[in-house]
């Protein structure tokens, strides 16, 4: 199998541009399926979950014409529902964004089919509010067969008020796309305010839909008979600039992290200046040095403009390499999103986990193991562990991590790493904790 094989101990230095946003991508991608005519999509990254959304897409009739490896012009005019073949299905339930399929469909056809979804295994993730939200817009829905299926109640959904009794990024996507060509006004009461949101209703009203108020916590949409085409440019990956942020504070070293927006690393470049690394912001850019000795911090994710979830488990693994006392806590998922700390202790780390928190005593230096990757942020902490530690890190089941980070070999290579992808049997001992669902 492959595995990333990692010669710690090297500074970063250098500059590295940062992809297209995921998570605005996953979103994106399954909303071009109500839009009649050419939708061209710029600055998307090139990783696995979005190949499986374009193919899924193909598999509806959609056209799509890669431009360039980080655009493609997408025509849906002609897509269809009901002709997946299961092995796309199987493919499909991998990622968790999956589930967009079901607002899209619903905007589109008045009806929807699509697969449970899969994604990272960190605990239990329900789908009620989206679900909630959707049969208040009309839609029946039943379950069966580990399939969703909805049907519009006269074909058409119809605007209405929804309340989230939690701040979700799925559930106030999956509403918002639906709603998008709903019949009348929509308004989405306490919703998530994640910049992937603010880029999906960017995307919307660029191919002629009327949604306002996304990076607030209302969101109100006034429906449209259907999207037309048009371009648009995709916001780059908030979480993929501040893991690159955290490998240079674990590593050491200096970084230009380009092709940025610096206001949606506030919350890193923060923490990360209380640990002794220097952040400069720039337009576009921000830099990023350290040279003395990490200092000790604690944290606790919050919805966005909170310290992000998705950047719990690389904040981690710097802070294992902060002598001194830290407690990092889990404040969006509430199993505490824990599973990969068996792994850095596999290296040296010296963590305990208590409900929500995990209590950190920093080390001076980690050393190399072979670790797994529980999930994808959990894999890039092991990379970033990697990096930092003294001596051969192997990292198995990369596969999670390609799910969401563009080329990090090339990049981080490219930084000065001594980082290798190849091709070898593995030798990892399986801790029951750390099992992905895909
Ligand atoms: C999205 C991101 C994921 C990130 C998470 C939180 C995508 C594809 N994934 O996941 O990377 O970790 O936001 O920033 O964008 N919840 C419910 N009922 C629901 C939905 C969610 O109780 O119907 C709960 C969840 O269990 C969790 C919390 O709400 O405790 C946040 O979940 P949510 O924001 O929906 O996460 P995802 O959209 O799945």
Known sequence: MEKYVIQGGKPLRGTVE???????????IPAAIMVRGVCRLENLPQISDTDTLLHTLTYMGAKVNMINPSTVELDCTHVQM????????????????????????????????TTMPGGCNFGVRPIDQHLKGLSALGADISLSGGFINATAKNGRLTGTTVYLDKVSVGATINIMIAAATAEGRTVIENVAREPHIVDLANFLNSMGADVRGAGTDVIKIRGVKQLHGGTYALIPDQIEAGTYMAAVAAAGGAVRVANVIPKHLECISSKLREMNVEVEEGDDYVLVRRDGPLHPTNLKTKPYPG??????????????????????????????????????KKMGARIEVEDQSAFLQGVDRLTGAVVRACDLRAGAAMVIAGLAARGETKIEDIVYIE????????????????????????????????????
Do not use: H
């Not at 390499?321 to 199993?335: I, L, M």
């Open 403 to 438: 799910r969401g980070y563009q080329d990090i070999v090339g990049k981080f290579r490219a930084l000065g790493a001594d980082m290798r992808c190849v091709d070898e049997p593995d030798e990892a001992q399986a801790d029951p904790a750390c099992v992905s669902a895909g």
């Open 307 to 344: 310290f992000p979830t998705d950047m719990q488990p690389q904040m981690t693994a710097v802070l294992c390499c902060a002598p001194g006392v830290s407690v990092v806590t889990e404040g969006v998922w509430n199993n505490g999103r824990f599973k990969y700390v068996g792994e850095l």
């Open 82 to 113: 009901d002709v997946l073949p299961e092995d796309m299905w199987v493919r499909t339930r991998k990622i968790r964004a999956s589930y967009y399929l079901i607002g899209a469909m619903l905007g589109r056809f008045g009806r929807a089919r």
């Open 18 to 28: 940062i992809s297209g946003a995921k998570n605005a991508a996953v979103a994106i």
